[in-house]
């Protein structure tokens, strides 16, 4: 059973997994996750169809599933935390609890090449369709305190390169997460302004803005933690992803394929999505939703892994420079601009 560790000390939360060096790793060389491969899966319990001129949701059986789809979702083949009743808890100085939850993978597209960098701009609205009608199923469960929406992507020929989101539902709030919004609280009574908000104001136009939209920004962090690390944001204060209308997830499908579309022609085609916002339960905090993107092949040294000091080979304002102008480039393209 998975768990969920606290450290010692500073009380920092592991998820440590289920020992599984004995379960053979199949998807490396075949995808199950592209189209025709349905019946390699479990059976989807939310199916985007495009039908009829419009987006059709449907699910799949145990004796037949869709074929004509262009987003499913379905549990993970290999979960990371799932539900076990009889799991326990373990008291000081080895505190831990079971990681309660469960662990669901949104495939974004039928084919295996429509990354997030390179799929069209409504492939990718179905997957934050989709994506976005799984997390709010998933609020419902009992004692689901937060779900994680997050993407790692590498190119190659397994299932891990297929473009998915993976959804994990946790019984406790991720400790940055729960980081955020106090800093954002504490920040919002003291100025009576959201921190992000306030960073918008200070960003838009400015030396580390790569590529706007009329309601959304993309830019690097004034004090990055990574080389190759940005945001995209909504301009006005928004607490909820999962509140955004069809019309908006479109908008924001759009910057995201052109801010990562600049990112793999200059950076790499090797990187993390991750969703931040509050709790559906906790909606009373400030917090303002937004999306962290960074290189899937960083790695740390020792100042930043004993100190907590991030080392960065140049100044953000350069790199924001290289970022819009690759984006930029996507726009036009996916614009059909010469």
């Given at each position: 059973?998975?768990?969920?560790?606290?450290d010692?000390?500073?009380?920092?939360?592991?998820?440590?997994?289920e020992?599984?060096?004995?379960?053979?790793?199949?998807?490396?060389?075949?995808?199950?996750?592209?189209?025709?491969?349905?019946?390699?899966?479990?059976?989807?319990?939310?199916?985007?169809?495009?039908?009829?001129?419009?987006i059709v949701?449907?699910?799949d059986t145990?004796?037949?599933?869709?074929?004509?789809?262009?987003?499913?979702?379905?549990?993970?083949p290999?979960?990371?935390?799932?539900?076990?009743?009889e799991a326990g808890?373990?008291?000081?100085?080895?505190?831990?609890?079971?990681?309660?939850?469960?662990?669901?993978v949104?495939?974004?597209?039928?084919?295996h090449?429509?990354?997030?960098?390179?799929?069209?701009?409504?492939q990718?609205?179905?997957?934050?369709?989709?994506?976005?009608e799984?997390?709010k199923?998933?609020?419902q469960?009992?004692?689901?305190?937060?779900?994680a929406?997050?993407?790692?992507?590498?190119?190659?020929?397994?299932?891990?390169?297929?473009?998915?989101?993976?959804?994990?539902?946790?019984?406790?709030?991720?400790?940055?997460?729960?980081?955020?919004?106090?800093?954002?609280?504490?920040v919002?009574?003291?100025?009576?302004?959201?921190?992000?908000c306030?960073?918008?104001?200070?960003?838009?136009?400015?030396?580390?803005?790569?590529?706007?939209?009329?309601s959304?920004i993309?830019?690097?962090?004034?004090?990055?933690?990574?080389?190759?690390?940005?945001l995209?944001?909504?301009k006005?204060?928004?607490?909820?992803?999962?509140?955004?209308?069809?019309?908006?997830?479109?908008?924001l499908a759009?910057?995201i394929?052109?801010?990562l579309?600049?990112?793999?022609k200059e950076i790499?085609?090797?990187?993390?999505?991750?969703?931040h916002?509050?709790?559906?339960?906790?909606?009373?905090s400030?917090?303002?939703?937004?999306?962290?993107?960074?290189?899937?092949?960083?790695s740390?040294?020792?100042?930043t892994?004993?100190?907590?000091?991030y080392?960065?080979?140049?100044?953000?304002?350069?790199i924001a420079?290289?970022?819009?102008?690759a984006?930029?480039?996507?726009?036009?393209?996916?614009?059909?601009?010469?």
């Amino acid at each position: 059973m998975p768990q969920l560790r606290s450290d010692y000390i500073s009380k920092s939360i592991s998820l440590i997994p289920e020992d599984t060096k004995n379960i053979p790793d199949d998807d490396r060389d075949v995808c199950k996750f592209c189209a025709g491969n349905e019946s390699r899966t479990p059976a989807a319990e939310l199916v985007l169809v495009d039908k009829y001129g419009g987006i059709v949701k449907t699910s799949d059986t145990e004796e037949e599933r869709s074929s004509q789809w262009v987003a499913r979702v379905f549990k993970s083949p290999r979960p990371i935390i799932y539900d076990d009743p009889e799991a326990g808890y373990s008291d000081e100085p080895l505190l831990a609890e079971p990681a309660h939850g469960s662990h669901y993978v949104v495939v974004t597209s039928p084919k295996h090449d429509d990354a997030f960098h390179s799929a069209s701009v409504s492939q990718i609205a179905n997957g934050l369709i989709a994506t976005q009608e799984q997390m709010k199923t998933l609020y419902q469960g009992k004692g689901i305190a937060y779900v994680a929406a997050y993407s790692n992507y590498t190119e190659g020929k397994g299932s891990i390169s297929h473009p998915h989101m993976e959804l994990l539902s946790l019984s406790r709030v991720p400790p940055v997460i729960e980081s955020e919004m106090r800093v954002t609280d504490m920040v919002f009574d003291e100025l009576g302004i959201c921190p992000i908000c306030r960073m918008i104001g200070v960003e838009t136009g400015g030396p580390r803005q790569i590529i706007t939209t009329d309601s959304y920004i993309a830019m690097v962090p004034w004090a990055p933690k990574k080389d190759a690390e940005f945001l995209i944001l909504p301009k006005k204060h928004q607490r909820s992803f999962l509140k955004l209308t069809q019309n908006q997830l479109k908008e924001l499908a759009m910057i995201i394929r052109c801010s990562l579309g600049g990112f793999s022609k200059e950076i790499g085609k090797a990187y993390t999505i991750a969703f931040h916002m509050a709790p559906e339960r906790k909606q009373q905090s400030q917090f303002h939703w937004h999306i962290e993107v960074s290189s899937f092949e960083q790695s740390y040294g020792a100042l930043t892994t004993g100190f907590g000091v991030y080392t960065i080979s140049r100044p953000p304002e350069r790199i924001a420079e290289q970022l819009g102008k690759a984006a930029r480039r996507e726009m036009a393209n996916v614009m059909g601009v010469k």
